[in-house]
């Protein structure tokens, strides 16, 4: 018995390592990359730096939390940018026609998720490819927010709602803490539920789900509803931290998403993915990002450098696909 | 005294508009034994192991499973029915581990998470049980081998509750040492009072492995015979078009 047991832990803990290497060489990278800023950086190391990267990470962290689970079942999302730019909109719009703080950021989070069950009802029902749906919808929540605006961003919010980007929870703040628990909440899912899995399942094979009796058109439709509901938790926390609602905030913030669930181990064909994963890539990117400023490094080059990061990581990942595959 | 039938079909007919891809199928399949549906491409034996595993519904004709009538059945039915299919692609998850196959739809949860002790532990057993070697079940499926796969695909369908289990093509693609391995797997489930319906090309496997053969041409049942009672050449000859021998004509 005592063999038997030492046996499948060891079982476990080598399939553990094997399936965690592509996390466990972004941690490592992650290390090395804070060693040399913290050596050539006296500012690095400093609480406010670090609570700083956090800060700006939230946002990205949020919505690559839903992009994960779009990923990880085998679709994508382009429309998280956009919905988080509306949903930020809509709260702001709400509340400067008197709608109280608390139902106006309910109901935008509400149209969120419904923006994205939309997007997973004509995705899963009608049949359209997730790129084309989402490039479509992410054109049209942007369309939403530009008219509901006149093109010109709207700002002054009471201070119950600009708490939740600027406000204080112990040493942290709300969108450090929101991001933080979400990602744990996430984990648990993806890990220990049957929603998890089976968002692992229908990217890996979606037919094989559905000849098992699941009923696989509301778990994906639920999955792009989660990540709307990420989307619009990210409009609220950018929307509060600016005090300022802009009709073009959240652009281009679909492709850092994408990026970071790529570098933290998921696999755009899906049936892979790791929350751990997207939360060490999301950390990484921003210590990058903030690590190239500290250095005084231009902007333009700032963008280079990421992005030539960023195309690195994934071809590395990428070789070790396929050579999983051909195992 | 002759073994009472697991599955009975009787007069079993479906047309895909004006093609009659079944006419009236009559056929029995009982638990311990292997049965073998051959036939041409087009012979109708995908729409019968569909109708079987409640996939498509029948026209007309009735499915009786352990004494129970059914003008149809639905794929949650044919299951709790006992009747499991393993189909040739599998259906297989192939970037989960060996246990998460073997549960895929029906998970143990225990407070609203999942039980992966429970379901590890059971997957042992079950393995052990149907005397299926893979030393490590937190493998992932993509990476074992075509038998190894089967493998899990058939200890699926018992863990389902499969009692009558239809394989369709189950070594196709496979190399020598594979299919000996599944061969060998198919017949320890058969000596463990499941039956077993398999479709296949392969003639030479048919009468290795089945106890009755059944040949299908042109939507209609040929002929059911023992498989003692007839040679490779002359259920060839069926099959071609030549005329059913030694056996009933359905």
């Known amino acids: ?327 | 005294m002759e073994k009472q039938p697991y599955l009975q079909i009787r007069q079993l007919t479906k047309s895909f508009g004006h093609i009659e891809a079944l006419r009236n199928a009559n056929l029995d399949a009982c638990q311990g034994e292997i049965l073998a549906i051959v036939g041409d491409n087009g012979a109708g034996k995908s729409t019968l192991i569909k109708t079987l595993s409640g996939a498509l519904t029948p026209d007309s004709g009735v499915i009786t499973i352990n004494g129970q009538a059914y003008a149809h059945l639905t794929p949650k039915l044919a299951e709790e029915k006992g009747i499991t299919t393993v189909y040739q692609d599998l259906s297989l998850v192939n970037t989960q581990t060996v246990w998460e196959n073997i549960f895929l739809g029906h998970e143990y949860r225990r407070l609203g998470w999942l039980n992966k002790k429970k379901m590890r532990r059971e997957t042992a057993e079950l393995l052990k049980r149907l005397h299926v070697s893979i030393q490590d079940q937190e493998a992932i499926v993509g990476h074992l081998s075509g038998g190894q796969r089967q493998a899990i695909a058939v200890a699926r369908a018992i863990r389902q509750g499969g009692k009558m289990i239809i394989l369709d093509e189950p070594t196709a693609a496979m190399g020598f040492k594979e299919t000996a391995a599944v061969q060998k797997l198919i017949r320890n489930l058969a000596d463990q009072g499941y039956g077993i319906i398999i479709i296949s090309h392969n003639i030479q496997q048919v009468f290795e492995l089945s106890n009755r053969i059944c040949v299908m041409r042109q939507g209609e049942v040929l002929a059911l015979l023992d498989t003692k009672s007839v040679t490779a050449d002359e259920i060839v000859s069926m099959i071609v078009g030549g005329t059913a021998v030694n056996g009933v004509k359905q």
């Open chain 1, 1 to 327: 018995m005592k063999q038997y047991v030492t046996k499948e832990a060891k079982s476990l803990f080598a399939a553990m390592i094997n399936r965690s290497f592509p996390q466990i060489l972004l941690t490592l990278a992650l290390l090395i990359l804070i060693l040399i800023l913290s050596l050539t950086s006296e500012y690095f190391l400093a609480w406010k730096n670090f609570r700083n990267i956090l800060d700006q990470c939230s946002v990205y962290l949020i919505l690559s939390l839903g992009m994960a689970f779009v990923i990880a079942s085998g679709g994508i999302d382009l429309s998280v940018g956009s919905i988080a730019g509306m949903c930020g909109v809509i709260m702001a719009v709400l509340m400067h026609s008197g709608m109280q703080t608390y139902p106006a950021i309910l109901l935008s989070l509400g149209i969120g998720i419904a923006t994205g069950a939309v997007n997973g009802v004509i995705i899963s029902l009608i049949r359209i490819n997730p790129f084309i749906t989402t490039l479509a919808t992410m054109t049209i929540t942007r369309g939403i927010a530009l008219v509901l605006t006149g093109g010109v961003s709207i700002y002054g919010f009471e201070q119950s709602f600009k708490w939740w980007g600027t406000g204080n929870i112990g040493p942290l703040n709300p969108p450090i803490v929101l991001s933080l628990l979400l990602t744990l909440v996430s984990f648990l899912i993806m890990r220990r539920t049957l929603w998890g899995k089976y968002s692992l399942s229908l990217g890996g094979n979606a037919e094989a789900l559905r000849r098992s009796g699941v009923r696989i058109n509301l778990y994906r439709i639920s999955i792009y509803a989660v990540s709307g509901f990420c989307a619009a938790i990210a409009g609220l926390i950018m929307t509060a931290r600016l005090n300022s609602a802009a009709p073009l905030a959240g652009s281009t913030y679909e492709m850092d998403a994408i990026a970071a669930v790529v570098l933290g181990g998921g696999s755009l064909s899906g049936g892979s993915g790791s929350i751990f994963g997207v939360f060490i890539a999301c950390i990484t990117l921003s210590v990058l990002r903030n690590g190239l400023t500290l250095l005084s490094i231009p902007t333009y080059f700032q963008q280079l450098i990421t992005g030539g990061v960023i195309l690195i990581a994934i071809i590395i990942a990428q070789l070790r696909s396929n050579r999983d595959r051909l195992h």
